[in-house]
């Protein structure tokens, strides 16, 4: 009988030994996880809810939240998208919902729902599941002698599905890979000098965010916080500026446009034409709560509880230029809430995405964070997991059966 070993309990690890077994039920598959609880991250996603994936069904599209592997899961989303994910999970009894911002979850609201079901499953197909079994070794020679402090398990293949950690990094050098550093990624911004943290909780729907001195701009919602900036936007750039910014030691600056105008003269023109109308305080402009509009008049130093026709065009202006490029000091990161994804790992390059094996090593296999991909926050990171497990397990069933019949 043929043998796979996953080093790695998560997502990705499950997905690939769950499909390894669908695909082949003669291979015996053992899954090694070293903590003790199996899907922790999954436990912790969505606030304990589970953001099982996204409801964005074309591949051309859903590529685009990935700031490392667009063109690399371009065709792994064609095999596998976000709804052979629905279809897989209802195939367990396990609907899933959309909500407004296209984020899906299980109709329970528990993360709990998804592990117990991808539990029964792995349970069900008889792989073998071992947690607190902490790898410390991997000999390649015929096969791979993967050794853990109580036993030594011989596999004909072997997936690496162990995220962010080191070991898995350290794993995969040792059989002949190379590993892209890795930094952090969707995180929010510490300005700790901005005059707009007592307005923590105010959030705007769309705003325009970037990065002073370079090409680095997201769009979306923006949430304000004690300590700064969060929010899709935020945490969308952070991402996808996530090298930029480790190099800067997250020290730069920030601009916003709290506008939909493309340029700070078109704010002007739009504040006034209110001129003959009302106060400055009582407008509505741009969608901005009152609080937060008061709080931008009062950082550039416009009096808005005077009539707008009694300011001057060159306070206006000012204000225009404020709402237009808004600048503030970035001075560090926070995690955001329980997430932690990192962008770096094992280089695309060196990986088949056709069958997620090794271009080096012959029966080594990856699936998720391993590799060097990563999306933005929205169920994302869990398709990559998901995708690239289903692919990996897929192409070890097909191999080891092909093996077997020689």
Known sequence: MKTLVVIGGGP???????????????????????????????????????????????????????????????GPFNAFSPKETVEFFNQLDVPLKVEGD????????????????????????????????????IDR??????????????????????????????????????????????????????????????????????LQGTKLVQEGPLLLTH???????ALRLSAFAARDLF????????????????SSQAVFDQIKAEENKTYLSNLKLFNLPSRLFLALCEKHQVNPHQPLCQIGDKALRRLAEGLFRDKYQLDGKTTNKEEFVTCGGIPLKEVNFKTLESKRTPNLYFAGEVLDVDGVTGGFNFQNCWTTGFL???AIGKSLEAHSAR
Not at 110 to 135: F, K, M, P, W, Y
Not at 227 to 233: D, L, N, Q, Y
Request: proline residues 5%; aromatic residues 8%; hydrophobic residues 35%.
């Open 12 to 74: 990705a690890g499950f997905f690939s030994a769950i499909w390894t077994k669908r695909t082949n039920p003669n291979v015996r598959v053992i899954l090694l996880e070293s903590s003790r609880d199996f899907l922790t991250k999954v436990k912790l996603s969505g606030g304990g809810r589970c953001n099982v994936t996204h409801h964005q069904y074309h591949p051309n599209e859903l590529v685009k939240s990935y700031p490392r592997g667009q063109k690399e899961l371009l």
């Open 102 to 137: 296209g984020r899906m979850f299980p109709t329970t609201d528990q993360s709990q729902t998804i592990i117990d079901a991808l539990l029964a499953e792995a349970n069900r197909l008889n792989i073998e599941l071992h947690s607190r079994s902490i790898v410390t070794g």
């Open 141 to 210: 020679e015929e096969v791979f002698h993967v050794k853990t402090k109580q036993e030594v398990f011989l596999a004909d293949a072997l997936v690496l599905a162990t995220g962010s950690h080191p070991k898995g990094h350290q794993y995969a050098r040792e059989l002949g890979h190379s590993v892209t550093q890795l930094v952090p990624s969707l995180f929010t911004f510490n300005v700790p000098t901005s005059p707009l943290l007592p307005l923590s909780g105010v959030s705007i729907s769309h705003v325009t965010i970037g």
């Open 227 to 233: 300590w700064g900036f969060s929010g899709p936007a």
């Open 247 to 262: 190099g800067m030691n997250y020290q730069t600056t920030l601009w916003i446009n709290w506008t939909s105008h493309q």
């Open 392 to 394: 990996a397990g897929n």
